[in-house]
């Protein structure tokens, strides 16, 4: 890898090759890398079959094939999704800070408790929150701060969760993670509209949290999502977050003079 490359915004797998990864006991190993031109960096997603270690059958086998080895599969593949921290955290100093999987986590919980409201789906709400950042097991946490062009990132997104779908065999449930998958990044519905909201709610409240940990102050994540909130529930919530942090920073203030 060149050496200019962001560490971070390097796809999951990648990263993995320097260390142990769960990736190397899937029944059909896919290894990921990628390839760059010269001057701006490209990513191409490249897979790799293998035989099954030791096995003495081939990797095209009924057996090896099934449904059941490739949820275990794609599910291993999910696992840097718990493991890959947020970079917004990581460049503003944050010790331990959240994974990709907490993020996408507490957005579902959101949506499981946010008020109804009329022609939302809450279901697909919650579905929508799990997979919106999926394609990130691949391709890491890209943020404006890696330097990549918003049609780059999508581009390099929809080749990651290509390559996932393939993994998880394709059929119904692939279709079903890029179909919500693309009505999210699209903003395509009334529920992407909701979720986009949490995403953002879900940003500022931890923002706040951090605040309160580590004695930060992490303006930047609070101004970038001002204005921004599509739906009622995500403006009262962004409300009550803002007004609890303005309080908090008031009783600072206090406390200082």
């Not at 999210?184 to 009334?190: G, Q």
């Not at 509209?193 to 953002?200: E, M, P, Q, T, Y």
């Not at 909130?229 to 942090?245: L, M, P, V």
Request: one cysteine or more; proline letters at 5%; glycine letters at 6%.
């Amino acid at each position: 890898m060149a050496s200019n490359t962001c560490m971070y915004c390097a796809p999951s797998i990648f990263r993995f090759a320097r260390r142990r990864s769960p990736v190397v006991f899937m029944t059909r190993p896919y290894s990921f890398r990628p390839v760059y031109s010269s001057g701006a960096p490209t990513l191409r997603i490249v897979s790799v079959h293998s035989k099954k270690p030791c096995s003495g059958k081939s990797a095209t086998t009924p057996e090896t094939d099934s449904p059941t080895a490739s949820a275990i599969d794609f599910l291993t593949l999910c696992h840097s999704l718990k493991t890959t921290k947020r970079k917004g955290w990581i460049n503003h100093g944050i010790k331990g800070p959240e994974s990709i999987a907490d993020h996408m986590y507490r957005m579902a919980l959101m949506a499981l408790i946010a008020g109804d409201l009329p022609g939302v789906n809450r279901e697909r709400c919650i579905k929508i929150a799990i997979v919106h950042d999926i394609a990130e097991a691949i391709v890491g946490d890209i943020t404006p701060s890696c330097g990549v062009p918003k049609e780059e990132k999508r581009r390099r997104e929809q080749a990651a969760l290509t390559e996932m779908c393939k993994i998880l065999g394709g059929g119904m449930r692939a279709e079903e993670i890029q179909q919500l998958w693309a009505e999210y990044e699209n903003n395509a519905s009334l529920e992407a509209n909701l979720v986009k909201d949490f995403d953002k709610v879900e940003l500022i409240l931890q923002a706040l949290e951090y605040e309160m940990e580590h004695g930060k102050v992490l303006d930047e994540f609070f101004l970038s999502t001002e204005g921004k909130f599509q739906t009622e529930i995500g403006k009262s919530w962004a409300k009550e977050i803002n007004s609890r942090r303005k309080s908090l920073l008031a009783d600072k203030t206090k406390r200082s003079n």
